[in-house]
């Protein structure tokens, strides 16, 4: 198994506005372009049920190497569209009136003022803070996307919400706040995804929710459910992780089951809850009494969403009875 040696490259970025961002030139792209993100827990969280390594590899490279690019890809079409448009930096960009996309005379961008605020709880700063600018695009009068932000660039925040079925012809919508405090080096994530598309392995309804928080890019946290509604196929999967990039070392709580209308929490006492303390240096488990490793290193999972810390879309838990209910609206 790959070791887990790049874990928290992540932290280390320019967060979403900073190289990549609005206040920085760069080439003219379009905003459609860069549409190109599928949300899938089955693939984060495809290795064998028995293997804690493989289902935190899978879960971070499926928030490192999907949601950041996403992210970062919408984010930086978006600059580089409102840099084509006349607006060469953040503060540039206008809280009122229309634009037409220079390439799809069809895809009309409005400008507002930001009306959703940052999210409350400790993992984030700022909090409370209504956004300062706010867009939306409608393809032929269909809106599918809004983005919200600020243009502090020590401190950026954005919220995105996106309906891939007016550009990739998908049942599926997106809606995640982030943030990066560049002095700190704290990031905080949290998304959730509703699909509907058989065609696409959703089965008749798949739902996935997740919250990721560093606060020093060295300590991380990732906590996260999927459920998918398919008759007999029924699927819940969670996962928690608490680790550190310096030791290694990550206690990890994981469940796999059916049971959507599930309400229990991810302690290891839980009935089909499973604890690991995993070495990632060795990607693979400690031995047996190898625990104490974790709790040396004040490592232990969170076994459900700490709603003081965060709880920007108003889940209260990532259970699989109120993950699987979940709809975003647009």
Request: net charge negative; charged share 20%; aromatic share 10%.
């Amino acid at each position: 198994m790959k070791k887990l040696t790049t874990i928290l490259v992540l932290f280390g970025f320019s967060f979403f506005i900073g190289t990549h961002g609005f206040d920085a030139p760069n080439k003219k792209a379009l905003f459609a372009s860069q549409i190109d993100f599928v949300l899938n827990m089955e693939n984060a969280m495809a290795s064998p049920e028995s293997d804690a390594a493989g289902w935190a590899i899978g879960l971070w490279d499926f928030v490192n190497n999907s949601v950041y690019v996403w992210a970062k890809d919408m984010m930086t079409g978006f600059s580089d569209t409102m840099i084509g448009l006349g607006y060469p930096t953040c503060s540039d960009f206008p809280t009122s009136g229309t634009d037409t996309h220079p390439d799809f005379p069809t895809l009309v961008l409005t400008y507002a003022i930001g009306d959703k605020t940052i999210p409350s709880g400790t993992y984030w700063n700022n909090s409370a803070t209504t956004y300062e600018k706010k867009l939306t695009a409608a393809l032929g009068g269909t809106s599918f996307i809004e983005i919200q932000y600020n243009c502090d660039s020590a401190k950026p925040n954005v919220y995105l919400k996106y309906d891939f079925n007016t550009m990739g012809g998908m049942d599926r919508l997106v809606e995640m706040y982030a943030q990066h405090d560049s002095a700190t080096d704290q990031v905080t994530i949290e998304l959730k995804s509703v699909c509907a598309d058989a065609s696409e392995g959703c089965g008749t309804k798949q739902v996935t929710s997740m919250l990721m928080n560093t606060p020093d890019g060295d300590e991380y946290k990732i906590i996260g459910t999927r459920t998918m509604d398919d008759g007999a196929a029924d699927e819940v999967k969670r996962l928690s992780v608490h680790g550190s990039k310096s030791t290694k070392l990550a206690d990890i709580h994981r469940f796999d089951g059916t049971d959507l209308t599930s309400t229990a929490d991810l302690d290891s006492l839980t009935a089909g809850v499973t604890n690991d303390c995993v070495d990632f240096d060795e990607a693979t488990y400690i031995p047996a009494g190898g625990a104490a490793d974790c709790a040396t290193a004040t490592l232990s999972a969170d076994t459900e969403l700490p709603t003081a810390s965060s709880n920007a879309l108003g889940m209260g838990d990532l259970q699989g009875a109120t993950v699987n209910g979940l709809t975003i609206n647009f």
